[in-house]
């Protein structure tokens, strides 16, 4: 599935910076039926992960209310020059990555 990263470009070392995330996904609960009864099964992402050069600097485990095409915002501080590296889990085997580099000065 597509992900859209937005990560800045470059920052200040010691610089705030926001990293904002949006997955395609269509989030199925499990608790949904169809026209002709039978229960469509869950097919949820469960774990997202960021890791900044390595390091794992944010997590969420996601539950069936979380809506399609999940988007999350987080905060962390620009500490070096590096890569952000992203990965949503989820069930059936699910499993998506994407990427962005900084450039602190």
Avoid: Q
Avoid at 23 to 50: K, N, Q, Y
């Amino acid at each position: 599935m597509a992900a859209l990263i937005n990560v800045p470009a470059k920052a200040r070392r010691g610089e705030i910076v926001e990293i904002r995330t949006l997955t395609s996904h269509i989030m199925e609960t499990g608790f949904r039926h169809t026209a002709d009864g039978a229960l469509v099964p869950r097919d949820i992402i469960t774990s997202f992960t960021c890791r900044y050069n390595g390091t794992e600097i944010f997590r969420a485990d996601l539950f069936p209310a979380i809506a399609a095409n999940p988007y999350l915002s987080f905060f962390t501080v620009a500490k070096e020059s590096g890569k952000f590296e992203f990965e949503w889990i989820g069930d059936n085997g699910y499993l998506s990555s994407a990427s962005a580099s900084i450039t602190v000065e």
